[in-house]
T-cell receptor, first 115, second 114 residues
Framework: GESVGLHLPTLSVQEGDNSIINCAYSNSASDYFIWYKQESGKGPQFIIDIRSNMDKRQGQRVTVLLNKTVKHLSLQIAATQPGDSAVYFC??????????????FGKGTKLSVKP | DAGVIQSPRHEVTEMGQEVTLRCRPISGHNSLFWYRQTMMRGLELLIY????????DSGMPEDRFSAKMPNASFSTLKIQPSEPRDSAVYFC????????????FGPGTRLTVT
């Protein structure tokens, strides 16, 4: 297996606190963004998405904010729970609604929730 | 629904051997994606199909990799010959349409090439 690899940024929060996970995307032409959660030993799981014509979208306990000026995306998790512990990935695509495009994933941030 | 099904879950093989990974997408989904995940490179899109037709294979590392989707309910990713640097977790995902829709990932196949 891999003995040398990326050290993921880690965010450690207390149970019940709010978490904010940040992501800088690369392409100003990207028009669709998505957050995935990956628990250890499992495949990524969809959390929330947002189109470039929006700057905020809310789901259940999660909010995604998009700042196109600085190409920044953030995921806010309210009242963080131990079950939220996972690696979180942002991804960008340049062709919303089309069949073409290039979905690019970020390297991920590890969220650790302390009970 | 059982979700996206991948097999095998784990594969250990020797360098030079052929490896075939299998995927069954969620019924009714018309797009299927193959990803590779490593610690060094993160999650990479290898290829995706729309209505069983390969749309973009620019992520396929080299000619040793090939993917097929003979029908809407089955896809394979083949590596021939395999090399140690192919060791990774390979995910299959499916969605109702294209890259910009929610994708449902399978549990992955952990491949180790010795």
């Amino acid at each position: 297996g891999e003995s040398v690899g990326l050290h993921l940024p880690t965010l450690s929060v207390q149970e019940g606190d709010n978490s904010i996970i940040n992501c800088a995307y690369s392409n100003s032409a990207s028009d669709y963004f998505i957050w995935y959660k990956q628990e250890s030993g499992k495949g990524p799981q969809f959390i929330i998405d947002i189109r470039s014509n929006m700057d905020k979208r809310q789901g259940q306990r999660v909010t995604v904010l998009l700042n196109k000026t600085v190409k920044h995306l953030s995921l806010q998790i309210a009242a963080t729970q131990p079950g939220d512990s996972a690696v979180y990935f942002c991804a960008e695509n340049m062709n919303y609604g089309g069949s073409q495009g290039n979905l690019i994933f970020g390297k991920g941030t590890k969220l650790s929730v302390k009970p | 629904d059982a979700g996206v099904i991948q097999s095998p879950r784990h594969e250990v093989t020797e360098m030079g051997q052929e490896v075939t990974l299998r995927c069954r997408p969620i019924s009714g989904h018309n797009s299927l994606f193959w990803y590779r995940q490593t610690m060094m490179r993160g999650l990479e899109l290898l290829i995706y199909f729309n209505n069983n037709v390969p749309i973009d294979d620019s992520g396929m590392p080299e000619d040793r990799f090939s993917a097929k989707m003979p029908n809407a309910s089955f896809s394979t990713l083949k590596i021939q010959p395999s090399e140690p640097r192919d060791s990774a977790v390979y995910f299959c995902a499916s969605s109702y349409g294209g890259l910009s829709y929610e994708q449902y990932f399978g549990p992955g196949t952990r491949l180790t090439v010795t």
